[in-house]
């Protein structure tokens, strides 16, 4: 059974840097693009930022310049490294991957962990 299991999250003031971590467990056969996505209170769940297998990445325009994503394939994990942070990223943040277990090619969802930006 194939696991995504988040760690990283806290409260952090403004102008602080957080990062999260996403590590993929279980049986399967690759790990395609890994994302970040992130829901807010009251908001519908919104892209952060992904990451192809071979390293290129997008982002949304409200974290350029400020959140880097980035993998260890070897490890099958991914990071979110969010500097500058402002309380209007408090949010639920989920990992999300397509991962193909050879016989099925899907979505996996971590369980989300709570960032909070504030003094």
């Known amino acids: 059974q194939v696991q995504l299991v988040e760690s990283g999250g806290g409260l952090v003031q403004p102008g602080g840097s957080l990062r999260l971590s996403c590590a993929a467990s279980?049986?399967?056969?690759?790990?395609?693009?890994m994302s970040w996505y992130r829901q807010a209170q009251g908001k519908e769940r919104e892209l952060v930022a992904s990451?192809?297998?071979?390293?290129?990445?997008n982002y949304a325009d409200s974290v350029k310049g400020r959140f880097t994503i980035s993998r260890d394939n070897a490890k099958n994990t991914e990071y979110l490294q969010m500097n500058s942070l402002k309380p209007e990223d408090t949010a639920v943040y989920y990992c999300?991957?397509?991962?193909?277990?050879?016989?099925?090619?899907?979505?996996?969802w971590g369980q989300g962990t709570q960032v909070t930006v504030s003094s």
């Open positions: 279980g049986s399967f056969f690759s790990i395609n693009i």
């Open positions: 999300n991957a397509r991962i193909n277990t050879g016989y099925y090619t899907g979505n996996y």
């Open positions: 990451i192809t297998s071979g390293g290129a990445t």
